[in-house]
């Protein structure tokens, strides 16, 4: 058996191709089935509950339930998440557009990422 080694101009293609199709958000996540999740996190501050409907790897419906205290309703975090990627710096990002202490007392934007995504 003889092991084969790739010339630098197939090697140059096998990267132009991991780059423009393979290695994209798009192949690897985009195209991937609807799903369901159902994810509980327990802080100190609370208890928080969401449920979401992840299609084409965007958020297209969620809920968020618990026993966290805050001063508005939590309707306008869910508003704000709908259509996002459901990837952890998406969800980062879009919950930088709120004050997220209005609805969430003790507990952080980064936190409230993990409840969502993990």
């Given at each position: 058996?003889?092991?084969y080694?790739f ?9 132009r191709?991991?780059d ?5 958000w ?20 609370g ?11 965007k ?5 968020i ?9 939590v ?10 990627k ?19 007392a003790g507990i ?5 990422a ?5």
């Open positions: 058996m003889t092991e080694v010339s630098e101009q197939e090697l140059a293609e096998i990267n191709i991991k423009t199709k393979f290695g994209t798009d192949w690897n996540y985009g195209k991937s089935p609807e799903f369901n999740v159902r994810r509980g996190t327990k802080f100190t501050s208890k928080v509950e969401v449920f979401a409907n992840v299609t084409e790897s958020i297209q419906d969620i809920k339930y618990g026993d966290f205290f805050g001063i508005e309703d309707a306008a975090v869910e508003d704000v998440l709908r259509g996002v459901y990837e952890r710096e998406d969800v980062l990002k879009a919950l930088e557009t709120i004050d997220i202490t209005r609805y969430f952080s934007r980064e936190e409230i993990e409840a969502v995504v993990g």
